[in-house]
């Protein structure tokens, strides 16, 4: 260990989580776990807005911010100036770590988690990765080499990890995801009814223009239904005006700080197949229509949305083939098939990892 002072068996943890939702709320989970256990827990996060705006409510924590990093997609000049800022946010988390006085580091993903865990091997810390994706990303499978351990939310990212180190944890579901309220109070909250059929749509953090636009056509053809849609922050203002008035049974939310009643009062989502979204989906056993993101990496969000469509949890959708008419027939299938419903829902269910979070702190706990 390097400075600080602690209690006998009590860890010093850093968490790297920052640059998307998607990373950052896994770490949450983590370091709420970790803090319950008794360890000293601090998240590292990036300078990005969206970070700030998603770490806010957990003032609880401990957060430091360090620089975004991503990786120009080919080689060209773009290296010198990403490889000048790797090697001094390299230098900011390496002070960083000393003056906390780091036991271990675990990476949530992404070029950002990076210099954390190689700082931190460099120190002499114990070293973690966790990918929630079904295809690895490339920051990941990179920083897996600088790792003890390297554990993952799906079984199927498994094959691109050789050796013994790989263990399969699922991806964990921050605390408050982990015990919603009732449906009638989360109605009362968002000014619905609980006794009506609500679909919840979600853009994920990039662009969601087209699909938004999609689900405001389906929504005027569907008046019994209700609607709480999370535009993002940029499209927010153009969905309202192609909205118009709905009576209150169609919610435009720009970003939602309180996912716990939204999950609550919902029976089937569609959305973008980020991991972090499946997984708390599945934690609640929510039936879903997956539109993966078609410019994500790798098209990595299809294979996400492969493993729930395989498992008959949800239906998977491309966003060039869909339109209002296919989501109307695909939301009607699965609201008003009580059967469909409540199997989409199982299954989804099954796919849920309960204690992902304790699996992730166990592994570290273990050293
Ligand atoms: C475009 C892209 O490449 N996105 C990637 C990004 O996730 P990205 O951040 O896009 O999306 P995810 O679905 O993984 O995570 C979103 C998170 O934000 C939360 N949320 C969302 C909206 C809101 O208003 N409030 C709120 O709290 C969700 O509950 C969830 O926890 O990293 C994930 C994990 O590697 C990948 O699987 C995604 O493919």
Redesign the pocket.
Known sequence: MVGGEKMENQKKVIVACGG????L?PGVAVAQELKQRGHEVKLLISEKKVDAE?SKKYGDLDFATVPAIAKPATLSLKMIPFLWKFWKTKAKCTQILKDFGVDAVIGM?GFTSMPPVIAGKKLGAKTYVHD??ALP?KANRMTARWCDAVLLGLEAAKEYFGGSKVEITGTPVREELQNIPSREEAAKKLDLDPAKKTVLV?G???GAKNLNSLVVEASKAMPDIQFIQ?TGNLDHDRVKDELGDTGGRHKL?A???D?ASVYAVTDVVVM?S????LS?ISYLGLASILVP?PY??DD??TK?AEVFEKAEAALLRQERELDAGMLVADLSSILLETEKLVNMSAASAALGVKDAAKRVCNVIEKG
């Open positions: 998307t939702g998607g990373h709320f998603a993903g929630s994706n990303g979600m994920g953090s990039q999370i939310i970003f939602c700080d996912m973008r980020g991991a972090s979204s708390e993101y994500a990496a990595h969000q996400n």
